[in-house]
Nanobody, 123 residues
Framework: QVQLVESGGGLVQAGGSLRLSCAAS??????MGWFRQAPRKEREFAAG????????YYADSVKGRFTISRDNAKNTVYLQMNSLKPEDTAVYYC??????????????????WGKGTLVTVSS
């Protein structure tokens, strides 16, 4: 079993930055990802990282602006978000899985999900 707790969300102006954190407990050597769900939209993949941190994956909509990383010694995954846009407004969820399907929803092959943290980008 894995417990995931996200933090770092908040209100930021367009063009600003935020860093989200996801603290994991339990068995933590999973592939990890960040997903987001905007109001009245389906949940979508944002960024993923394999268990070692050696491979990363991004949605086209965030590529070049967001960076995912992990610190296995701290059991924490990060999402650095730069050049934020109003369309990045969403609840951001951290998830863990052994065999993720990064680009195939709705569950993307992820087995454990956090409760989410809200990111609001004002124009």
């Amino acid at each position: 079993q894995v417990q995931l707790v996200e933090s770092g969300g908040g209100l930021v102006q367009a063009g600003g930055s935020l860093r989200l954190s996801c603290a994991a407990s339990g068995h933590t050597f999973w592939d990890m990802g960040w997903f987001r769900q905007a109001p009245r939209k389906e949940r979508e993949f944002a960024a993923g990282v394999d268990w070692s941190g050696g491979s990363t994956y991004y949605a086209d909509s965030v590529k070049g602006r967001f960076t995912i990383s992990r610190d296995n010694a701290k059991n924490t995954v990060y999402l650095q978000m730069n050049s934020l846009k109003p369309e990045d407004t969403a609840v951001y969820y951290c998830a863990a899985g052994a065999a993720p399907r990064w680009y195939v929803g709705p569950d993307y092959g992820m087995e454990f999900w956090g409760k989410g943290t809200l990111v609001t980008v004002s124009s």
